[in-house]
């Protein structure tokens, strides 16, 4: 049996927001949201992988803090592996993939339509950030 491919997504925190992205494509996606992310290259750290594709689909740094407990799968063959993330320089723009950026707090975090595939991730995620003892 193959390994999956990992996905990386970015529990992006700051002022007590979690960061949504809003997909434009593929169009069976589109309008949906999810924690911004990709996937992992053939030999790179998930860690790395994901200040990458936060560079790459934001244009910010970013640096990787704990993993989020758990992985979902994605897909046939990929599974989503997610990190608390948190901004060094630069402010989030949709570069790749996104048409907008919503910084959310606890109360506001089940406002947006999450892609059904990133909503537990998002419920372990608020349980992490926003639980007792929280991040």
């Not at 927001?17 to 949906?32: N, V």
């Not at 030999?43 to 689909?57: F, K």
């Not at 910010?60 to 901004?87: F, N, T």
């Not at 606890?106 to 991040?135: I, K, Y």
């Given at each position: 049996?193959?390994?999956?491919?990992?996905?990386?997504?970015?529990?992006?925190?700051?002022?007590?927001?979690?960061?949504?992205?809003?997909?434009?494509?593929?169009?069976?996606?589109?309008?949906?949201?999810?924690?911004?992310?990709?996937?992992v290259?053939?030999?790179?750290?998930?860690?790395?992988?994901?200040?990458?594709?936060?560079?790459?689909?934001?244009?910010?740094?970013?640096k990787?803090?704990?993993?989020?407990?758990?992985?979902?799968?994605?897909?046939?063959?990929?599974?989503?592996?997610?990190?608390?993330?948190?901004?060094?320089?630069?402010?989030?723009?949709?570069?790749?993939?996104?048409?907008?950026?919503?910084?959310?707090?606890?109360?506001?975090?089940?406002d947006?339509?999450?892609?059904?595939?990133?909503?537990?991730?998002?419920?372990?995620?608020?349980?992490?950030?926003?639980?007792?003892?929280?991040?």
């Amino acid at each position: 049996m193959t390994e999956p491919i990992v996905v990386v997504g970015a529990a992006l925190l700051k002022d007590g927001r979690l960061l949504a992205a809003r997909r434009s494509a593929p169009p069976e996606l589109a309008g949906r949201w999810e924690l911004p992310g990709g996937k992992v290259e053939p030999g790179e750290p998930p860690e790395q992988a994901l200040v990458r594709e936060l560079r790459e689909e934001l244009g910010v740094e970013a640096k990787s803090a704990e993993r989020v407990p758990g992985e979902w799968p994605v897909g046939s063959g990929y599974v989503l592996r997610v990190w608390i993330a948190h901004l060094l320089s630069g402010e989030p723009r949709p570069l790749e993939d996104h048409d907008e950026l919503r910084w959310l707090s606890a109360d506001e975090v089940w406002d947006v339509d999450w892609l059904d595939q990133d909503v537990p991730a998002v419920m372990e995620t608020v349980r992490l950030a926003w639980g007792p003892g929280g991040v």
